[in-house]
């Protein structure tokens, strides 16, 4: 049975949570402070979008990016592994 591991297993889906993270932090900042001024009326929704957006793009590219990496690793031999290095026979002449 094939297990799925949820954790943060690669690049993608750490950049992923800290989008997200930027995400929450502006709108918190933009519910707690609902009447703002000017400038942060217009950052603040730009925040939420672009970090809720990249947060998603980059958690779905970091799962394709493991499912890619899990089907590229081979499957375990029931025999042991051939020797390499110093210890595998000379192949001279080939």
């Known amino acids: 049975m094939s297990r799925i591991r949820l954790g943060v297993t690669n690049i993608y889906i750490k950049s992923c949570f800290a989008l997200l993270a930027v995400a929450l932090a502006c709108a918190t900042l933009l519910f707690a402070l609902w009447p703002v001024a000017d400038p942060a009326r217009v950052l603040l929704p730009r925040g939420i979008r672009i970090g809720l957006l990249g ?40």
């Open 55 to 94: 947060g998603v793009i980059l958690y779905a590219i970091g799962r394709i990016a493991q499912v890619v990496r899990g089907a590229r690793r081979p499957e375990p031999s029931s025999g042991p592994a051939p020797p390499r290095g110093r210890d595998a026979p000379c192949q001279a002449g080939v």
